[in-house]
C-alpha cells in the first residue's frame, strides 16, 4: 500500500488539509490538476457549481481523459442557498471542493478504501465517530463497508435515490453515491441515526459511482468505463478537524470576518447574533467576489455578472448594517487575497483589477443606496402599517431600476420585517430589461446537447485540420435533425453534423465558425456555422441536394475568403490588445471579443474612456505594426512555460497541459486557438470604428481590418459625396456649413418657441371667463391642446397675475400619450397650506406620471393622456372645495 503523508496531532490549517488530500493521492498515482475557473466551459450552468464540473465531458464520454486519475482542490460557487449563508453552519456561495477522480480505472473497492484511510489514518477522525450511507439497492458498497472496512451494520445507513443516486440527466451515465458522516455527538448513542440532524452530523465525503447508463425507457445497463468521482468539501473538514462550532469560525474565513469586524470597531465573538449573521455574510461573500473577479467576471445586469453584482451589494449592506462607514470592501478582498494567493496565484496576480472592480461597484451601489434605503424604509412603514403584507412590484422595481436594489436583497429585506415581495409584478415592470437569469454565451440548443451527450458514448471526438488545410475528407459520425440523433437526412432540411475530422474551426475564443460545404457524389451541404461541444465539432447548415447518411465520406470545404477575413480580424485584435497596453495603460485585459469576417469587436478593462487623441494613436499603432510585416511565430508549447515566456491568457478560455502561442514578435504574444494570418502585412488596413462604455469599467472598442476595411470606407464615402451634393459644397467644407445650418436652426426653433408662448398666452387669456370664485379666490382649470410644457407655464404665470388672489391648474398633451401639467397658486393660496409642488404632483399620478416644484409654482408630467380630463375635473374639485 502507497505510503500516506506524515500525519501529526497538531491542529490542521485549512491549507494544510488541501495539501495533505492532494499529497495523499498523488502518492496513488493521480496526477494533481489546477482548480478550473469558476467560468465554465459548460454552456448549461453559469458557474463552476461542483468539483466535477471540469471533468463531466470525460464523464459523458465526449473527451479522452489525458491520464487515468486524476485529484483537485476545486472553486465552486452556488448561490441557491444565499439567504442560508451565515444563518446556517455550514452554507456558502464561494467554496473548495477536494476530489479524486479515476476515469475507468479503479472502481468502488479502492475509492472506499482510499476514503477511509485517508479520514481515519491520516485526519484521524475516531472511527466510532463515523457513519457512513449507501444506495439502498448497492449490496455491493454495503458489503465493503461492512467487511472490509469493519463498519458495525447499524452504522450503514441505506438511502432512497434521491439522497445516494447520482445522475448527469434523464439519460446517460449515472451511479449509486456512499457518503461519510462526522458525528459530533457519538454519546447520544446508535439506536436513532437520522443523518438529517445537522446539530449531530455532518456529511465531508462523498463518492459517485459512475457504474450505469440510463436509456430513455430508464432502464439501467453497466457501463463499459465504470468511473469514481469524489467531493471532500474543504472548509467542512477544516470545522471537524479544527474544533469550531461552523465553516465560518475556520482559518479558511474567519481572517476576512475579523477584518471586516475590525473596521466596524466590533469583536466577533461579544456581538449578536444578528451582528454575527453579517459578519459571517462578508467573510463569505468577500472569498466569492474576489475569486469571481479573478476569473475574469466583471459585474454587469445579467448572468454571471449578475450574481457578482447581487453578491457586492450584499456585502456592502452588511457592512453598514454593522456600522461600517464608507468604503471598505477591498480591505476585506485584501484579506481574502492573502488567503487565496498560495494556491490560486492568479488572485495575486490580478490584485489591481480585483479591487479596481470592487471599489467601482461599491462606489456605484454607496451612491444610491443612502437614498434607496430610506425609500424602502417608507416603502416598510407603510405596507407594515396597511397590514397588507406585501412590496408590490412596481415598488420594488423602483428600487432595482433607480437605487440600484437587487430583487433578491428586497426580498431578503422584506423577509426581515415579515413582508413578501410581489415577484410577478417585478417581473412585468421589468419588462426587457430584465434578463440577469441568462447566460450571456450563445450555446447550440440544449437538445443537440443532450443527443449528443449520449452520442459520445458511440463516437470519437472530432480531429481538427483547419490550421494546415482548407479541405479534408471526412467520414459522418452523427446527423442530428432539430436535436435527434437520425441515421440520414435529405434534401431541404436543417441539420447539424458531426464528421470524424474537419477543417472547419469551431466558434471559439471569440472567433465564429467557418462556413462552407460537404459535398459526395450525389449531395451537398451549406454550411452556416459551427459550434463546439466539448471536442465534438458541430456543423450547422442545410443539406441542398441529395441525401446525407451517417458513415458517408464527404469532401469539407471551407470557404475561403471568409476564412482569410476571419484571420485578419482575429490578428488585428491581438495587435489593438498590444497597443491598448503599450499606450494606454499596461494592467488592460480583455473582457470580451468577437472576431467575425466583417468586423472585430474587443471589450476590456478600462476605468475611463479613451481619448479621441489616444483612439487615433491606437489606431495608426496597429497600422504601423502591420505595414512592417511581423511574421507569425505559431509553436506548442507546456502552459506553464507559455506564461513564463510571458504569452497573454484569456479568461474564460479553457488551456489543456500542451497550449498554442501566436508570437509576433516585439509586438504580440498570446495563447490561441484562433486562426491568424502568417504575416501582418496580409491583413492590409484597421480601422476603429467606435469606443464605447458597455458596462461600468468596461470599454468596448469596435473595428474592421483587411477587405472591411474598403467596404467600410466606400460606405462612408458614398455618405460624404451624397451630402456634398445636397448642401453644394466640398466635403472639407461641409462640417462649417452644418454648424451654420445648426445655429440656423436653433435661431430659428428658439424664435418658434417664443411664438408658440405668446400664442399659447393669447389662447390662455381666453380662459378668463372661466374662472370660479372660491371664497376671495379666483380658480382655473383648464387643458390647452397641443401646448409645450415651457409655453404652459408661461401661461399659467401670466393668467395667474391677471386673477390676483388664486390658483391657476392648466394641462396639455403636446406629444402623443405624453402630458403635461403645471400649477401657479398665489401667495395667498399658499397662505391656506396649499402648495403647488405636491398639489400637482399627487394629480400627475392620476395620469400615470409625477412632478413636483416649488409652493408656488410647480410642473408635472404622465403617460396616460386618456386620463387628462379626469385629473383636471379632480383638481379643479380639490381646489373648489379647499379654498371655500
Same mark, same amino acid.
Given at each position: ?13 485549512g ?19 489546477p ?7 459548460d ?16 464523464f ?5 481523459a ?11 460557487i ?34 472506499i ?14 472511527a466510532?465517530r ?5 444506495f439502498?439497492e ?8 461492512r ?5 458495525p ?8 435515490e434521491?439522497?445516494?443516486?447520482w445522475t448527469?440527466?434523464p ?14 455527538h ?12 445537522d ?11 459512475m ?6 425507457? $430508464? ?14 468539501g474543504l ?6 478537524l479544527?474544533k ?5 469560525e475556520?482559518d ?12 466596524a470597531g ?10 454575527k ?9 468577500g ?9 475574469g467576471?466583471?459585474?454587469?445586469n ?5 450574481v457578482?453584482r447581487r453578491?457586492?451589494?450584499? =456585502?456592502?449592506?452588511h ?5 461600517i ?6 480591505? =476585506? ?24 472592480e ?14 434607496g ?11 407594515t ?9 412596481t415598488?420594488?422595481?423602483v ?6 436594489f437587487?430583487? @433578491? ?10 413582508l413578501t415581495?410581489?415577484a410577478a ?6 419588462? @426587457? ?11 447550440? /440548443?440544449?437538445? *443537440? ?12 471526438s472530432?480531429?481538427?485540420l483547419?490550421?494546415s ?21 435529405e ?6 453534423? *458531426? ?8 466558434e471559439?475564443?471569440?472567433q465564429?465558425?467557418?462556413r462552407?460545404y460537404?459535398s ?9 456555422d459551427?459550434k ?7 456543423h450547422m447548415?442545410r ?7 451517417? $458513415?458517408?465520406s ?11 477575413? &476571419? ?5 488585428a485584435t ?11 495603460d499596461?494592467?488592460i ?16 478593462n478600462?476605468?475611463?474612456s479613451?481619448?479621441?487623441e489616444?483612439?487615433?494613436q ?9 505595414a512592417?510585416?511581423?511574421a507569425?511565430?505559431v509553436?506548442?508549447?507546456p ?12 479568461f474564460?478560455e ?10 509576433f ?8 486557438? $484562433?486562426?491568424?494570418?502568417?504575416n ?5 488596413l484597421?480601422?476603429?470604428?467606435? @469606443?464605447?462604455?458597455?458596462a ?7 473595428a ?13 464615402e458614398? =455618405? ?21 445650418l445648426?445655429? /440656423? ?7 418658434? /418657441? &417664443? ?22 379666490h379666483?380658480?382655473?382649470v383648464?387643458?390647452? @391642446? ?20 388664486g ?7 403636446p ?44 410642473q ?25
Amino acid at each position: 500500500m502507497a505510503k500516506s503523508p506524515t500525519s501529526t496531532t497538531k491542529v490542521m490549517s485549512g491549507a494544510q488539509i488541501r495539501q495533505t488530500f492532494l499529497e495523499f493521492y498523488a502518492a496513488r498515482g493521480h496526477a494533481i490538476k489546477p482548480s478550473a475557473s469558476l467560468v465554465p466551459e459548460d454552456p448549461t450552468v453559469l458557474l463552476t457549481i461542483a468539483g466535477m464540473l471540469p471533468f463531466k465531458p470525460i464523464f459523458l464520454g465526449q473527451r479522452q481523459a489525458d491520464v487515468p486519475r486524476a485529484t483537485t482542490s476545486q472553486k465552486c460557487i452556488r448561490t441557491n442557498d444565499i439567504e442560508n449563508v451565515g444563518r446556517t453552519a455550514r452554507h456558502h456561495t464561494f467554496f473548495e471542493m477536494l476530489g479524486n477522480f479515476s476515469f475507468g480505472d479503479y472502481f468502488k473497492e479502492q475509492a472506499i478504501a482510499w476514503a477511509w484511510e485517508l479520514s481515519t489514518d491520516v485526519f484521524k477522525l475516531p472511527a466510532h465517530r463515523l457513519v457512513v450511507s449507501v444506495f439502498r439497492e448497492d449490496d455491493e458498497a454495503f458489503a465493503i463497508w461492512r467487511d472490509q472496512i469493519g463498519i458495525p451494520p447499524h452504522r450503514i445507513l441505506r438511502m432512497d435515490e434521491a439522497d445516494n443516486f447520482w445522475t448527469s440527466g434523464p439519460t446517460g451515465p449515472c451511479g449509486p453515491c456512499s457518503e461519510i458522516y462526522y458525528d459530533f455527538h457519538p454519546e447520544l448513542g446508535d439506536d436513532l441515526i437520522d443523518l438529517e440532524d445537522d446539530s449531530r452530523f455532518i456529511e465531508f465525503y462523498n463518492l459517485v459511482f459512475m457504474q450505469y447508463n440510463r436509456d430513455a425507457a $430508464g432502464h439501467l445497463t453497466l457501463l463499459q468505463s465504470q468511473n469514481i468521482d469524489t467531493g471532500l468539501g474543504l472548509e467542512r473538514m477544516a470545522q471537524i478537524l479544527q474544533k469550531v462550532p461552523n465553516n465560518y469560525e475556520t482559518d479558511l474565513i474567519f481572517p476576512i470576518i475579523e477584518t471586516a469586524a475590525g473596521l466596524a470597531g466590533l469583536s466577533y465573538h461579544k456581538a449578536d447574533e444578528p451582528t454575527k449573521v453579517s459578519l459571517k455574510v462578508i467573510g463569505d461573500h468577500g472569498r466569492a467576489v474576489m475569486h469571481m473577479i479573478a476569473d475574469g467576471i466583471t459585474a454587469a445586469n445579467v448572468g454571471r455578472g449578475y450574481v457578482l453584482r447581487r453578491l457586492i451589494r450584499r =456585502v456592502v449592506r452588511h457592512g453598514r448594517l454593522i456600522g461600517i462607514e464608507g468604503a471598505f470592501i477591498s480591505q =476585506v478582498a485584501e484579506t481574502a487575497i492573502q488567503l487565496a494567493e498560495t494556491p490560486f496565484p492568479n488572485t495575486r496576480e490580478r490584485e489591481a483589477v480585483i479591487k479596481a472592480e470592487l471599489d467601482r461597484e461599491e462606489a456605484r451601489f454607496l451612491e444610491t443606496l443612502e437614498r434607496g434605503e430610506k425609500l424602502l424604509a417608507e416603502i416598510l412603514k407603510r405596507e407594515t402599517q396597511d397590514q397588507d403584507g406585501q412590496i408590490s412590484g412596481t415598488d420594488a422595481f423602483v428600487l432595482y431600476d433607480t437605487y440600484g436594489f437587487p430583487l @433578491e436583497l428586497t426580498q431578503e429585506i422584506a423577509e426581515e420585517h415579515g413582508l413578501t415581495v410581489d415577484a410577478a409584478g417585478f417581473e412585468a415592470a421589468m419588462e @426587457e430589461q430584465r434578463q440577469r437569469s441568462k447566460d450571456a454565451h450563445e450555446t447550440i /440548443d440544449l437538445t *443537440v446537447q443532450g443527443s449528443l451527450d449520449a452520442l459520445g458514448q458511440h463516437i470519437h471526438s472530432t480531429k481538427f485540420l483547419g490550421y494546415s488545410t482548407a479541405s479534408s475528407t471526412s467520414r459522418v459520425e452523427a446527423i442530428l435533425v432539430q436535436g435527434m440523433a437520425v441515421e440520414q437526412a435529405e434534401a431541404g432540411q436543417e441539420v447539424q453534423i *458531426v464528421l470524424d475530422q474537419t477543417p472547419f474551426y469551431a466558434e471559439s475564443g471569440g472567433q465564429i465558425g467557418d462556413r462552407g460545404y460537404f459535398s459526395g457524389e450525389s449531395v451537398l451541404v451549406r454550411v452556416q456555422d459551427v459550434k463546439k461541444d466539448s471536442d465534438f465539432f458541430v456543423h450547422m447548415g442545410r443539406i441542398d441536394r441529395g441525401t446525407l447518411a451517417v $458513415g458517408d465520406s464527404v469532401t469539407a470545404q471551407i470557404d475561403r475568403a471568409c476564412r482569410r477575413r &476571419a484571420q485578419a480580424n482575429h490578428t488585428a485584435t491581438h495587435l489593438l490588445q498590444a497597443a491598448l497596453k503599450k499606450l494606454v495603460d499596461p494592467d488592460i485585459s480583455q473582457a470580451g471579443s468577437l472576431v467575425a469576417f466583417d468586423r472585430l469587436r474587443f471589450d476590456f478593462n478600462c476605468p475611463r474612456s479613451l481619448t479621441a487623441e489616444e483612439v487615433q494613436q491606437v489606431e495608426e499603432q496597429v497600422n504601423v505594426w502591420i505595414a512592417e510585416g511581423h511574421a507569425a511565430d505559431v509553436t506548442v508549447m507546456p502552459l506553464e512555460a507559455a506564461k513564463a515566456k510571458g504569452a497573454i491568457a484569456m479568461f474564460g478560455e479553457k488551456y489543456s497541459a500542451e497550449v498554442r502561442v501566436i508570437d509576433f514578435p516585439g509586438v504580440s504574444m498570446e495563447l490561441c486557438g $484562433g486562426t491568424h494570418v502568417n504575416n501582418t502585412a496580409e491583413i492590409g488596413l484597421f480601422k476603429i470604428i467606435s @469606443e464605447t462604455g458597455v458596462a461600468a469599467g468596461i470599454r468596448r472598442i469596435e473595428a474592421v481590418a483587411g477587405p472591411a476595411v474598403l467596404e467600410y470606407l466606400n460606405v462612408r464615402e458614398a =455618405v460624404v459625396r451624397d451630402l456634398s451634393d445636397r448642401f453644394k459644397a466640398k466635403p472639407e467644407e461641409l462640417p462649417e456649413r452644418i454648424t451654420t445650418l445648426q445655429n /440656423d436652426l436653433k435661431t430659428a426653433q428658439k424664435e418658434l /418657441d &417664443a411664438l408658440k408662448s405668446e400664442l399659447a398666452v393669447l389662447k390662455s387669456e381666453q380662459l378668463l371667463a372661466c374662472a370660479e370664485a372660491a371664497g376671495s379666490h379666483q380658480v382655473l382649470v383648464a387643458e390647452l @391642446e397641443g401646448v409645450s410644457a415651457d409655453a404652459l407655464k408661461s401661461a399659467a404665470e401670466r393668467l395667474l397675475q391677471k386673477l390676483g388672489s388664486g390658483a391657476v391648474v392648466l394641462g396639455s398633451v403636446p406629444e402623443s400619450e405624453k402630458v403635461s401639467l403645471v400649477a401657479a397658486f398665489s401667495p395667498e393660496v399658499v397662505a391656506q397650506k396649499l402648495q403647488a409642488g405636491k398639489f400637482i404632483g399627487e394629480i400627475a399620478k392620476l395620469c400615470g406620471g409625477g412632478g413636483g416644484g416649488r409652493p408656488n409654482l410647480a410642473q408635472a408630467g404622465g403617460r396616460d393622456a386618456l386620463k387628462l380630463p379626469e385629473a383636471l375635473a379632480t383638481a379643479k374639485q380639490q381646489l373648489l372645495a379647499s379654498l371655500k
